[in-house]
């Protein structure tokens, strides 16, 4: 199968970014086929203008990865959900919406220029999107693959994660003003960027884990759990996080990547933030 996006030039960010968006576009095209295979199986070929006609899609173009990922990310009845839902195991439901969630926030990074376009944040969605792939047996598999190789030839595939499973915030959030800030700016205020390379994943029990080396926060420092509940309180979801170089901690809400908490090199994972 010839692939459908160039492989770059690891050194130059122009080439990098346009592999990363090209591979985004890719994986959403293959995700609206696999969702209208299987409507039109179950509704008819023409379930998507008697959707709009019922108003419950309107002047929706879901051919656009912003406005699919929307959709399926936001509306949990949308009838979009129902060839996915449909082949993910329910026990998975949450855990693969939340996928689709990250990839929505990624997306916005890649196409607004909001991070480094490197090897390492390449690789990063690659990951991300072949996860969600592989689920649903999209082809966009073959490219994720091609680049997995361009990117890192020895390494291992990556394998798939389990579910997190769902915890209450830690009653240590009463403590979190000593960790944070003091020139805090509202939270939900939208941050721009630039974020530093490494990503996170804030889990529903308050961990935070460094998607890159698997690393939790609270297992690197005496209080990264209070951190953590920190998040987790203003994010009950969970979900990516982003950090800027200054110590902005961000989580992707609607359409932008939005301020959770500021913290110090000394309460993040140790090297990450310059002192």
């Not at 576009?25 to 299987?38: M, P, Q, R, T, W």
């Not at 173009?61 to 129902?82: I, M, T």
């Not at 939208?190 to 029990?205: D, E, K, R």
């Not at 170089?245 to 809400?253: D, L, M, P, Q």
Request: charged letters at 25%; aromatic letters at 6%; one cysteine or more.
């Amino acid at each position: 199968m010839e692939l459908r996006i160039a492989l770059p030039n690891l050194e130059i960010q122009s080439q990098v970014n346009s592999a990363g968006c090209g591979l985004i576009n890719v994986f959403a095209s293959d995700l609206f086929d696999f969702i209208d295979k299987g409507l039109r199986k179950a509704k008819g070929a023409n379930w998507l203008t008697e959707m709009q006609v019922q108003n419950v899609g309107a002047d929706q173009n879901f051919k656009d990865p912003s406005v699919l990922l929307k959709e399926l990310v936001n509306k949990g009845q949308s009838p979009l959900r129902g060839p996915v839902s449909a082949l993910v195991p329910q026990a998975n439901w949450k855990d693969f919406y939340k996928r689709l969630d990250d990839l929505l926030g990624e997306r916005h990074l890649w196409v607004h220029n909001e991070i480094k376009a490197d090897a390492e944040q390449l690789k990063s969605l690659v990951v991300l999107v072949n996860k969600i792939s592989w689920t649903l047996e999209l082809p966009v598999v073959t490219e994720c693959e091609a680049l997995r190789e361009h990117i890192t030839p020895d390494e291992v595939v990556v394998p798939i994660e389990p579910a997190e499973p769902e915890a209450a915030a830690s009653e240590l959030a009463a403590e979190l003003g000593r960790f944070t800030s003091d020139d805090e700016i509202p939270i939900g205020t939208p941050i721009v960027g630039p974020f530093i390379s490494h990503s996170y994943t804030l889990h529903l029990n308050g961990s935070v884990r460094d998607r890159r080396t698997d690393e939790l926060l609270g297992d690197l420092i005496e209080d990264g759990d209070t951190i953590g509940a920190l998040l987790i309180a203003r994010k009950p979801n969970g979900g990516r996080l982003r950090i800027t170089e200054t110590g902005e901690v961000a989580a992707y809400f609607g359409d932008s990547w939005v301020f959770l908490a500021k913290v110090q090199p000394e309460t993040w994972f140790p090297g990450h933030l310059s002192k």
